[in-house]
């Protein structure tokens, strides 16, 4: 998978842009608040219809403008595709694949895929569960079509229960939508913790093979998937796991209307992870800690890479600064194979390294 060319308009800080991209190695580099971080939001909005930045589609049009586009020309499975999103203001999004429409963002995960690194997942092993679960998510939206939609109905699901919790106590009769909205989370639940579950069994083999790889054989990464206590098997067909969400949801109904909250369901999933079996977020050193985000960030690519046969478009926001040369060195060796973009503050040795071109960013302006 490639991005030979993105084509962008009235995007962040970028009134237009025009480039044709390596198909190995990109680096991308320049000051602070130039527009580096916008072009990679750009590529990885075309390969799944979100952003990891903004809360809604208008944040990404450039201030003062009514629209947007973001236009890629791209390789995948021999054949190129054209992926087009146009952002508007005061209306719904218009997503496209050579032309045709695309009613969801899952249409153009099907494309291509991007695995996107910040130096904010360095602390994804120090940080709450709700930051674990954005990866699994991020990762599975990609990868699984059926993943993304299932994912936003629940999150529509529970949303909805969670008002009726909180209400019901002025308006009791909301409380008779109650079995509706559970049935809806017991099987959409189910489908989550289905493919949870398998990728973090993915996960877990391909990231304490880089983990002992990168600590020289002396560590062992584990990571080990966490949901309902009653869910028996996460691996288990969804019919199994949905029976074991009802019976978890069934004697939690009391707790649930006592606290107005939504107790039951994988909206309080977890990744576990550990090494040489001591709880990572707990016991481990700062370099223990990036070691294992690392290693999980690149067995992310891994898993796409063995679903789909062709690594995905993997995006480097500044990460490369915040590791020592031990750390850098590991990664880079690691990223052949697929194509990668890279940002930097200053033009340094990577092309040299990797083989590619070389991008300066300034003020919404490539060149």
């Given at each position: ?36 971080t916008n072009l ?159 990728f973090a069994q ?47 949801m069934d004697a ?116």
């Open positions: 998978m490639r991005i030979d060319r993105l084509e962008l308009v009235s995007f962040r800080n970028y009134t237009t842009l025009a480039a044709d991209f390596d198909g190995r190695c990109n680096v991308i580099f320049g000051e602070n608040a130039q527009g580096k990679l939001e750009a590529v990885y909005y075309l390969s799944c219809g979100k952003s990891l930045r903004a809360r809604n589609d208008r944040e990404m049009i450039r201030f003062g403008d009514e629209a947007a586009s973001l236009t890629a020309t791209v390789q995948a499975r021999d054949r190129e595709f054209r992926v087009r999103a146009e952002l508007f203001r005061g209306r719904r999004r218009k997503l496209s694949v050579n032309g045709v429409a695309a009613s969801s963002g899952a249409a153009l995960s099907r494309v291509y895929h991007t695995v996107f690194f910040s130096p904010e997942d360095l602390m994804l092993i120090r940080e709450g569960a709700a930051a674990r679960r954005r990866f699994m998510d991020g990762a599975l939206c990609q990868l699984r079509p059926r993943y993304a939609e299932a994912l936003a109905s629940y999150t529509r699901a529970y949303e909805h229960k969670t008002r009726i919790l909180r209400d019901a106590e002025d308006h009791p009769d909301l409380l008779n939508a109650l079995p509706e909205f559970n049935a809806q989370l017991v099987h959409l639940g189910a489908v989550l913790i289905h493919y949870r579950a398998q993915a996960l877990s083999r391909y990231a304490a093979a880089h983990h002992r790889e990168c600590s020289g054989g002396r560590e062992q990464l584990d990571i080990c998937y966490q949901t309902v206590s009653t869910v028996t098997d996460p691996l288990a067909e969804p019919g199994q796991i949905a029976r074991q969400l009802q019976a978890h939690h109904q009391a707790a649930e209307r006592a606290s107005r909250l939504c107790l039951s369901g994988p909206h309080k999933d977890d990744l576990a992870v550990s090494i040489d079996g001591r709880e990572a977020r707990q016991y481990a050193s700062q370099g223990q800690t990036r070691t294992a985000a690392l290693a999980m960030k690149l067995a992310e690519r891994e898993i796409y890479y063995h679903a789909a046969g062709e690594y995905p478009v993997l995006l480097l926001d500044d990460v490369l600064s915040e590791l020592d040369p031990r750390r850098q060195e590991f990664v880079l060796n690691r990223i052949e194979g697929g194509q990668v973009f890279i940002t930097c503050c200053e033009d340094d040795r990577l092309p040299q390294m990797l083989g590619g071109n070389v991008f300066h960013v300034e003020q919404g302006t490539v060149r």
